[in-house]
């Protein structure tokens, strides 16, 4: 681990967010890859796996972002610490509020009347990408934006938070590529397109991770906000998302399961590794 955190700390913080977020992408491509080998998934599995991805997102966002946020704004902004953190938080669920309300896609266990966003005649292979898309822009913004505060000096413990949380988010984006694919080739579309649109849902990572290392390098005093930012945005996917298509069939308890089983597993490497 030491030698990992060295590795990252020598190479700058852009490039750091680069490499670990296309790592974050080319795990989603594993899990799309299972196309290859099966056509289907039980049910109750499926859920599992979406309820372990919100939980990791639900862990990663206080242990990760927002407490981090809290902490540097006691030092830059000591009058009203929490101010950072509330506005960061609340902007970033209302940005991907308005992508949720003019961006056109379809949630994964969604019927095709359900699609949500501008109406449009778009295939549901693309709404259905569209939405795992709108899902990972805030996780690879976490990642960008860690790595970014690591190199101004905020803390001697961020470049292994932020190896934490490119690895927990890469944990739950192996779910998350099956979850693209597997839907397609159960609608006929064939193995390889359906293993093309799983990997593609997360080529926002790298883009979203790198500017969000370079925005917080050039612009220090947003800081607090940007990591508040990330948190608010992931926290609405979880919500408006996640849970929703977990709780649309009789195992709604093995989801809940597998959120909480998401929640520790972040929570632990967060504390173990950061």
Same mark, same amino acid.
């Given at each position: 681990m030491k030698q990992l955190e060295q590795?990252?700390?020598?190479?700058?913080?852009?490039?750091?967010?680069?490499?670990?977020?296309?790592?974050?992408?080319?795990?989603?491509?594993?899990?799309?890859?299972?196309?290859?080998?099966?056509?289907t998934i039980k049910r109750s599995v499926f859920d599992a796996m979406l309820g372990f991805t919100g939980?990791?997102?639900?862990?990663?966002?206080?242990?990760?972002?927002?407490?981090?946020?809290?902490?540097y704004s006691e030092k830059i902004y000591p009058s009203f610490p929490w101010m950072p953190a509330a506005v960061g938080f609340l902007v970033g669920a209302l940005f991907i509020y308005s992508?949720?309300?003019?961006?056109?896609?379809?949630?994964?266990?969604f019927g095709d009347d359900e699609s949500e966003g501008m109406k449009t005649k778009w295939h549901?292979?693309?709404? =259905?990408?569209? &939405?795992?898309?709108?899902?990972?822009?805030?996780? $690879? %913004?976490?990642?960008?934006?860690?790595?970014? +505060?690591? @190199?101004?000096?905020?803390?001697?413990? =961020?470049?292994? &938070?932020?190896?934490?949380?490119?690895?927990?988010? $890469? %944990?739950?984006?192996?779910?998350?590529?099956? +979850?693209? @694919?597997?839907?397609?080739?159960?609608?006929?579309?064939?193995?390889?397109?359906?293993?093309?649109?799983?990997?593609?849902?997360a080529i926002v990572e790298p883009v979203a991770g790198v500017l969000g290392a370079v925005a917080v390098i050039y612009m220090q005093p947003v800081l607090p906000f940007a990591l508040a930012f990330a948190a608010g945005a992931m926290i609405y996917v979880v919500v408006e998302e996640v849970i929703p298509e977990t709780q649309r069939d009789k195992y709604t308890d093995v989801a809940v399961l597998g959120f909480i089983g998401g929640f520790v597993v972040m929570m632990v490497l967060d504390v173990a590794l950061g």
């Open positions: 590795f990252f700390s020598d190479i700058g913080p852009v490039q750091a967010a680069l490499i670990a977020t296309t790592f974050t992408w080319l795990v989603t491509a594993a899990g799309a890859s299972l196309v290859f080998f099966f056509k939980g990791v997102m639900v862990a990663a966002s206080f242990w990760s972002l927002l407490a981090p946020s809290i902490e992508l949720d309300k003019f961006m056109p896609h379809l949630h994964i266990n549901k292979t693309t709404l =259905l990408l569209l &939405a795992i898309t709108l899902h990972n822009i805030p996780e $690879g %913004l976490a990642v960008g934006v860690l790595f970014g +505060a690591a @190199s101004i000096g905020v803390g001697d413990d =961020l470049i292994p &938070a932020a190896i934490a949380l490119a690895f927990g988010i $890469g %944990l739950q984006n192996f779910p998350e590529g099956l +979850a693209v @694919s597997m839907p397609l080739r159960r609608h006929g579309v064939s193995r390889l397109k359906s293993f093309w649109y799983g990997q593609l849902s």
